[in-house]
């Protein structure tokens, strides 16, 4: 991170990991503020992450004018591409030879943890060798599980879709009744789940519990959950995380997959499957007959125009500090968001060390989940609330009453 | 359908069937028409359908203020709650005796083909007990399977929501490779399913193959078309309505069900299932190891934000028109959506016989589904592009090249 003399030479940029609605941005960013340097010659993108480093598959980004990269910035999911790969010592060799043949000098990833650890591993890899480069790690992930982070690029815009599916799933289970469960991304994290609680504005509204994989999540307290809210209600709205686990740390879907897998065809590690064994245990376990079940799935990372305003200007912005870190001689870091501390919702941009960021996740403070383990507290609505934006309003009728009349 | 004496009275609407992102434009229409017509005098909603005639459970909305209506106009799902109830000849005699009470001479019955039935019985009954009323059907589905309409309010909405996951997981499955499956809604109407089609910017973008349920579903044949697609573009996406059968009529997930039910826990009448199957079936198949699946389900009827500007207009103007026929004297009939012939894109609104509209529904034409019976014409384009409306444009890199480098 010491920051050294300058250099010069060409750019390298590329994407990894899960794509989101604004990780083009950070790449866009990163090109349109690399332009206004002169140190920065060439910019090169990289096609599918380090794989397109390892197969020279690279576009030339210094050609493209700034408003296809206006579209671009706008069009969710990754528009280098992707992947998932974690080079070996063997990768890293090969990869040192393509820098070197192309001069690479500025080096951007543009990822999660994984990515950040890959970024680490290369810059690593070239300190050892000796060989002069900027490397940066550049946040996302719709996650929010980052270290170092206050919340990450990707995030608000994939909160702001989770926020607006349950508004619009909460009138249609008002509408219909029963019970609705949706099943939300995040392994590890729950920040996501969480911002569910942003499709609220009446007192009634659902999500009436949500369960995230920091709280061990047991069947029989959920149906008992379940038909508490039932009782209040007359209907119930549930937001659960992919990743909740047991009190032994066991993922549900897991327990389930093996034991249907031993009798063959059903595949449980598909996304529809956590849903539905939760619909089905509650049945039983509850007897409420309308239990329906939804998975988000990757609608929540890439729907086009559903983004967070403050989400894409901050995805732009890690880009654009990104570069700046590079070309004023700071060697390697990663680009972290963090918030100041206040009522106005204000961020700054700092460079952290790469190893703080990779690998290991974020996981929610206990200071945002309820004493119940069924719910988030003010505490987390107020953080998550100015990252999100503004979401659309949804109105009631105000139920005038009509005069009841008497049997003639 | 014959137009009568002009009727003087209270108005009777309610909303019944799956919930719409426009299902309220039409409510609202016909509620702010009402108050322009002297005859109508007390405008009364029923709350969940003709549950709410029966329970008397009723609101008043003429104290509704023109800024509040306008609100819920634009929130998903029904305000007004809804039901799927088909009453007995017992709860016909009941709901008369509770319009008579309350002296009700219009009423408005919003919702699809079963809607339609319940609307014809209530009319067929009141005819019989010689009671004097105009009772209509107010059209809305997002499966577009009403017969008589060119489309149905509802739809262009939900196609919206469909074209645009698709635009965005087209994106993700660019970036990352494999197999995408997407389960939309449709039990035995394709016209959802197909109109992902919109998601196509560039000639190979996704969706790459689509089923819907008027053709027979063949697992061998879908995985032999998927086997080609990823032959041609490395990657495919594939749009499947939920309602597939096989060629014996026999829904694919119901062939699954009973094979994995006799086995114990795993309900597959849950949303994700169809999808699950087919990503397992496919891997199976064709030795693919990246396929993920994902099940649309309720979103896509009710996603605030997500509309259709035609659709909005047109679901608004059926409720406007159902008032205008009423006080006019035409007795009954359900209002239809059809369109004018030539280039461009008129619609009418016809008052139609509640007969023509109930029970049945309507399938896509022939003429709408390639030969291969897995993808969709240009005649289903023209068809559908116009109900959805405006979409966004998906933007790319332009992929300039960059000179290869020789090792040193």
Redesign the interface.
Known sequence: MATKKRLSGNMLIA?SG??T?VINQTLVGAVLEARKHGEVE?V??AM?GIQGILD?D???????TPA?LE??S???????????KKPSQEDCRQIF?VL???EIRFFFYIGGNDTAETTHLIHQYGVEAGYEFRCFHLCKTIDNDLRENDHTPGFGSAAAFVS??F???N??N???GGV?INVVMGRGAGFLTAASILAKTYEDDGPHLIYVPERPFSLPRFAKDVKKVMKEHGRCVVAVSEGICDSRGTPIIAK?TK??DS??????S????L???L??EL?KRSGITRV????????Q??????VSEPDAKEAREVGIRGVRFAVRGVSSGSVAIQRKPGARYMVTYECVPLKNVAKETRHMPDEFINEEGNGVTDAFVNYVKPIVGKL???????????K?????
Chains 1, 2 share one sequence.
């Open positions: 994407q899960g794509p609605a060439q090169i993108g599918h020279e690279f576009v030339n980004l210094g050609k493209e296809n579209k671009v706008q069009t969710p999911s990754s528009a280098l591409g992707s992947v998932r030879e070197r043949k192309y607006r599916a508004m619009g799933d009138q249609d008002r509408a219909l609705k389930y034991e249907v009798h063959g065809n059903v595949q449980l598909g996304t529809g499957a849903g539905d064994l619909a089905t049945k329906r079940a939804d998975t988000f799935g990757y609608l990372r890439s729907f086009p125009g559903i659309p309003t949804m109105a009631r009728l105000k139920n005038h009453p009509v009841k009349r008497k049997n003639s």
